[in-house]
T-cell receptor, first 115, second 113 residues
Framework: EAQVTQNPRYLITVTGKKLTVTCSQNMNHEYMSWYRQDPGLGLRQIYY???????DKGDVPEGYKVSRKEKRNFPLILESPSPNQTSLYFC??????????????FGNGTRLTVT | KNEVEQSPQNLTAQEGEFITINCSYS?????LHWLQQHPGGGIVSLFM???GKKKHGRLIATINIQEKHSSLHITASHPRDSAVYIC???????????????FGKGTKLSVKP
């Protein structure tokens, strides 16, 4: 089954303790991206990757790192989480096409709480 | 940088009604996404369109590139259509990077039986 898999679904951690949220897709998509969703602010892009070893900042990259060493995986790393990073996180993937990306496939989301 | 406005923010309808959700953006684009977020939180892509009109079942999406405006229509609405509908566009000008997406704040639709 074609899917984007995020793990974990729920995570509670403490300030400063490094964590990684994994994202994997089995559709051979070149484009992958991370978003956070907060009440009143909607979805905002953190980082995206157009292909292996190619990553770019979105609108809210501060406090996050990503890597794209292989096509299927795009982990999101919080080196020193802070309470303002408490949010609902989504990973998505698609094929980039001339004229815009193909439809996005989203993971199920990761609800992160930083205390 | 593109800015996206969705309207209305909230919408309550009776089952069977025709629904329209609007999305306006400020910078010319090559494609626009419509997404649906279910009450459980999952997000699915409904449409990606760059011109004209697309139809899938009871859902219709249209885009007017000159007016920088898109609409999502739901015909014969049903309680299972209750969800948040979100539009998204690339942040840059036409031909620029398509990877950086800007999202509207969403329209929360509630369809009553």
């Amino acid at each position: 089954e074609a899917q984007v898999t995020q793990n974990p679904r729920y995570l509670i951690t403490v300030t400063g303790k490094k964590l990684t949220v994994t994202c994997s897709q089995n559709m051979n998509h070149e484009y992958m991206s991370w978003y956070r969703q907060d009440p009143g602010l909607g979805l905002r892009q953190i980082y995206y990757s157009m292909n292996v070893e190619v990553t770019d900042k979105g609108d809210v990259p501060e406090g996050y790192k990503v890597s794209r060493k292989e096509k299927r995986n795009f982990p999101l790393i919080l080196e020193s989480p802070s309470p303002n990073q408490t949010s609902l996180y989504f990973c998505a993937s698609s094929f980039p096409r001339e004229g815009g990306n193909s439809p996005l496939h989203f993971g199920n989301g990761t609800r992160l709480t930083v205390t | 940088k593109n800015e996206v406005e969705q309207s209305p923010q909230n919408l309550t309808a009776q089952e069977g009604e025709f629904i329209t959700i609007n999305c306006s953006y400020s910078v010319g684009i090559s494609a626009l996404h419509w997404l649906q977020q279910h009450p459980g939180g999952g997000i699915v892509s409904l449409f990606m369109l760059s011109s004209g009109k697309k139809k899938h079942g009871r859902l219709i999406a249209t885009i007017n590139i000159q007016e920088k405006h898109s609409s999502l229509h739901i015909t014969a609405s049903h309680p299972r259509d209750s969800a948040v509908y979100i539009c998204a566009v690339p942040s840059g000008n036409y031909g620029g990077s398509q990877g950086n997406l800007i999202f509207g704040k969403g329209t929360k639709l509630s369809v009553k039986p």
